[in-house]
């Protein structure tokens, strides 16, 4: 399917979209949902800062590194389509995808919504969102081409390596 990142990015941004709307229509802040006991709760949230919360009231600087992402990242796609493995550009599709939902709520609102909310014994984990998902799975799938990539290049380059060798070896002097 040609174009599949960009569908996998257009496929985050509807999912991350509806759920964020769903819960700002359905729930007051704080309002809370039990899914499974106190393990997995969905929590009407609302976050002015990054990841867990850090860099509140950040607006415009978010808004600015968002669209350097962004840029970079169809930037990197473009570049790599033909050559990439399909899990780095559904991993950087992925990203995309989160980034612009996250974007999208941060331009519109000053603040992104989040839901998921996850209990680990007396340990919270901070609430996050799909777009947050995705941005976590695509650099999880980045990470592990670049490890893949470089074990591959590894061994070419060690049966590279053994085959001049013997070449030399088998070699008259």
């Given amino acids: 399917m040609r174009f599949y990142y960009y569908w996998v990015a257009v496929l ?3 999912l991350d979209f509806v759920t964020k709307r769903l819960i700002e229509s359905k729930l007051e802040i704080m309002e809370q949902i039990s899914v499974i006991g106190n393990f997995f ?3 009407s949230h609302r976050n002015r ?4 919360g850090i860099l509140q009231e950040q607006r415009f600087f978010f808004i ?3 669209i350097v992402i962004v840029a970079g990242l169809i930037w990197y796609i473009q570049a790599m389509k033909k050559s990439a493995k399909p899990r780095l550009l559904i991993g950087l599709g992925l990203v995309l995808g989160g980034a612009i939902g996250n974007f999208l709520d941060r331009a ?3 603040e992104v919504t989040d839901f998921l909310q996850f209990n680990f014994g007396s340990y919270a984990f901070p609430i996050f969102n ?3 998902s995705a941005i976590v799975c695509g650099v999880a799938l980045i990470l592990i081409d670049t490890l ?3 074990k591959d290049e590894k061994d070419r380059s060690q049966n590279g390596e ?3 060798q013997n070449n030399h070896e088998q070699q008259p002097v």
């Fill in 12 to 14: 985050v941004f509807i």
């Fill in 41 to 43: 709760l969905i929590t």
């Fill in 49 to 52: 800062g990054a990841a867990f």
């Fill in 64 to 66: 600015i590194i968002t």
């Fill in 108 to 110: 519109r609102f000053g």
């Fill in 130 to 132: 799909v777009a947050d």
């Fill in 148 to 150: 893949l990539s470089a």
């Fill in 162 to 164: 053994d085959k001049d």
